[in-house]
């Protein structure tokens, strides 16, 4: 029992169409994530109180904008504790969510961080009580994860928690945690797995996704060897460049934190190992390292070393880059056509790092599914030394969306699953929020 916590050929394929994946969404049909909700709302109960919420959000949004302009009034706000705290982050979340934020979407999101990580408080959409285990030990883990699965209101989930042995620096890992997920709560996009919030298990707070089936893309590709290997990698250029757009960097991409839905289309996953690469973590989480990045040596860009081939010692190499991104999505288009990692004739990791250094890339392999010279081309673009050489991840969209791949997928499992607020909660804060920016 588990435990409870309290067919056409198209120019340009919608699973990588950046600009209109997302206008596809329907942002009302989704999960909803807070109380005692048995099921799943109906959309049209959820469509109707959130369309009439709408009308009430305009005014407050303009307050919002001219509040934020004065930088006493912003403090001010961003200082708020206890209730006063918890009523702006659910408006700030309504308005990105469901509201016509318009160009004030980023502020309210980065205000939501700032708000976040002095209160130690979640917008209440991201807080699941209806998490149930099917299993408390772990199905697997990473050097600071613990992955257990579960379900929510009838849907599996993967449910992931940062090991810490470290009581006292527990709230900061969970500011750190929240200010993130924040960020990957909104970002909404077909090839990037949905964040459904976060359940607490005794004293340890979780972070859940959906659980995917059909496992990484490695494991897809052993059981499915006939998949379009084109249309996987389409798929991750899709995810990067909404990422991208977004001003944002993966970070530590590789095979393994690509997952495939049932409907074979391919997410960027693992954010809640992607998170834990924020040192306030790993400085206390079991068996950390300086960066997260030692284990993924084959997929680094040549930048992100030093000249002693360490990661991480100087401000300078040490960050991740959307160009380290671009170089290593090539790597994992190696991994879905040579279903090998790169430099896999190298059985230790110092030796890839001196490669890799001395301007040496991944060989094409003998035997490949479907790479094609003019993908291979595009790879090897990828691979360039100098960062600025590298095409952008809307380039490499563009020009995957050149070679016209035959999508007969069906429309994906996760697409457009987020967390609806629980609006019967909704006015109660608005009118708090009135009144704070009165």
């Known amino acids: 029992m588990p435990t409870s916590n309290t067919t056409s050929r198209i120019s340009i394929p919608p699973t990588v169409n950046v600009r209109s994946a997302k206008k596809s969404f329907n942002p009302f049909s989704r999960l909803t994530s807070h109380g005692n909700a048995k099921d799943i709302e109906s959309d049209d109960a959820v469509t109707a109180q959130l369309v009439a919420l709408r009308q009430r959000l305009q005014p407050i949004i303009d307050r919002l904008v001219q509040a934020f302009r004065n930088p006493n009034t912003y403090s001010r706000l961003l200082a708020s504790q206890k209730g006063d705290a918890q009523a702006l982050l659910d408006v700030f979340q309504l308005i990105v969510t469901v509201g016509p934020a318009k ?47 579960g379900t929510l209101r009838g849907r599996d989930v993967c449910v992931k928690t940062i090991r810490v042995y470290r009581t006292s620096i527990y709230d900061t890992i969970l500011k750190t945690i929240a200010r993130e997920a924040i960020f990957w709560g909104q970002l909404a996009h077909p090839n990037l797995l949905p964040f459904y919030g976060v359940c607490t298990f005794g004293q340890q707070t979780s972070l859940v996704f959906p659980w995917a089936a059909n496992g990484n893309v490695a494991e897809f590709l052993e059981a499915h060897p006939v998949a379009n290997r084109l249309l996987l990698c389409a798929d991750i250029a899709g995810g990067l460049a909404h990422l991208h757009e977004n001003n944002l960097v993966y ?36 068996q950390s390292v300086a960066k997260s990045n030692g284990s993924s040596v084959r997929w680094l860009a040549p930048e992100l070393y030093d000249d002693n081939g360490q990661v ?12 380290s991104d671009i170089y290593a999505w090539a790597c994992v288009c190696y991994e879905i056509f040579a279903e090998r990692v790169p430099f896999f004739e ?19 392999p003998k035997c490949s599914a479907g790479l094609t010279d003019e993908i291979w081309t595009l790879m090897n673009k990828c691979w360039e030394r100098q960062p600025s050489q590298r095409p952008t991840s809307a380039r490499v969209l563009s020009k995957l969306i050149d070679m016209q791949p035959i999508d007969y997928r069906p429309p994906g499992e996760w697409t457009g699953q987020m967390l609806s607020p629980n609006v019967s909660d909704i006015p109660l804060a608005l009118n708090r929020v009135d009144k704070l920016i009165a």
């Open 103 to 149: 160009n004030s979407g980023r502020t309210l999101i980065l205000a939501s961080r700032e708000l976040t990580a002095s209160s130690g408080l979640y917008p209440s959409q991201f807080l699941l009580a209806s998490v149930e285990l099917y299993d408390e030990r772990p199905i697997a883990a990473g050097t600071h994860v613990d992955i257990r699965r």
């Open 312 to 323: 991480g010692h100087s401000e300078e190499n040490s960050s991740n880059r959307r160009e």
């Open 346 to 364: 190298e059985s230790r990791d110092p030796f890839v790092i001196q490669k890799v250094l001395k301007g040496v890339r991944p060989s094409r």
């Open 251 to 286: 970070g530590c991409l590789k095979g393994s934190k690509v997952l495939i839905d049932t409907s074979h289309r391919a997410y960027l996953g693992d954010f809640g190992i992607s998170a834990a690469d924020d040192p306030e973590i790993l400085r206390w989480a079991a």
